[in-house]
């Protein structure tokens, strides 16, 4: 079993930055694949940013590559996700995960365990 805790999540204007973290407990973290999704109030959950173990390739969607970085600290079981330019669209519930795998990580069905998420909202 893992365990995780999403933390950092607010209330941002536009253009801002927020840094959320996901503390991680119970099996070896480094071995996990750690993702990022989000889901805004009517809407399904969408990928974020996933950073796969081992190499530590990352992988963004469209909508915020180039604005948001996924990083792990192995050593403090943690993965972050750093937000910056934010817009009043990436507002919304966003979920840490972690998944055994290393293929298919846009897809929220490869992931097997979830955090409780953090809210983050952008003011225009």
């Known amino acids: 079993q893992v365990q995780l805790v999403e933390s950092g999540g607010g209330l941002v204007q536009a253009g801002g930055s927020l840094r959320l973290s996901c503390l991680a407990s119970?099996?070896?973290?480094?071995?996990?694949?750690m993702g990022w999704f989000r889901q805004a109030p009517g809407k399904e959950r969408e990928f974020v940013a996933a950073?796969?173990?081992?190499?530590?390739?990352?992988d963004y969607a469209d909508s915020v590559k180039g604005r948001f970085t996924i990083s792990r600290d192995n050593a403090k079981n943690t993965v972050y996700l750093q937000m910056n330019s934010l817009k009043p669209d990436d507002t919304g519930v966003y979920y840490c995960?972690?998944?055994?795998?290393?293929?298919?990580?846009?897809?929220?069905?490869?992931?097997?365990?979830w955090g409780q998420g953090t809210q983050v909202t952008v003011s225009s």
């Open positions: 950073i796969r173990w081992g190499d530590g390739n990352t």
């Open positions: 995960a972690a998944s055994g795998t290393l293929v298919q990580l846009r897809i929220s069905g490869r992931y097997d365990y």
């Open positions: 119970g099996r070896t973290f480094s071995s996990y694949t």
